[in-house]
């Protein structure tokens, strides 16, 4: 059994826009039977989580390089072009 994937999803209080990210993020994951789970946190807490994370889905910037893989969602909330976030999801995750 493959071990189960921990993603990130930081906005810059952990509260308002990473809690619409952290559900698209958690039906994507399901619909693609993807064993992870999604920890909503803020862009400050993100260095706490980072040893035991896979990936790092942000709609702030990052004020710093991460050593996991960084997809930026804010097309997620204008919702345009969401493909494209889903597919770099989707890529870090099976990659």
Not at 39 to 54: L, P, R, S
Not at 71 to 93: C, G, H, P, R
């Amino acid at each position: 059994m493959n071990r189960q994937k921990v993603v990130l999803v930081a906005c810059g209080t952990g509260i308002a826009t990473s809690t619409v990210v952290s559900q698209r993020v958690e039906d994507l994951i399901k619909a693609h039977g993807i064993n992870a789970r999604v920890i909503q946190c803020k862009i400050a807490e993100v260095a706490g989580y980072e040893e035991g994370a896979d990936l790092l889905v942000t709609t702030t910037i990052a004020s710093r390089n991460y050593k996991i893989p960084v997809v930026k969602a804010m097309n997620y909330l204008t919702n345009l072009n969401t493909e494209k976030v889903d597919q770099a999801i989707l890529d870090a995750l099976n990659g």
